[in-house]
């Protein structure tokens, strides 16, 4: 028997890349104990932005996610962030880069 459901496209799922150039990057902050909502919101919302987790530490209260939000998506992204009010923080740039602590 074959399967007659759609295959996602490409930007559907969170681990999709962009060309360079098509997607603005923002990175935010997000309480562990918040992040399964935020990450069900972003799935929910699909194709408006693509994330993924970026320098997981065991014992820290939170974790950082990189966003990838295609150009033709900035409102959106923007408006869906915003709604999410205090359950993320957005920081000004990539996490990774931070000096060790």
Do not use: N
């Not at 918040?34 to 209260?61: N, Q, R």
């Amino acid at each position: 028997m074959t399967s007659t459901r759609p295959h996602p496209s490409p930007q559907a799922t969170p681990s999709a890349t962009l060309e360079p150039g098509a997607a603005e990057k923002r990175w935010i902050r997000v309480k562990k104990t918040e992040s399964a909502f935020v990450y069900s919101i972003f799935e929910a919302h699909e194709g408006v932005l693509g994330y993924s987790t970026v320098g997981h530490e065991p014992g820290i209260a939170w974790c950082d996610l990189e966003l990838q939000i295609p150009k033709s998506r900035l409102e959106e992204a923007e408006h869906l962030l915003k709604s999410l009010g205090d359950l993320i923080y957005e920081l000004d740039s990539d996490p990774s880069l931070e000096s060790p602590r």
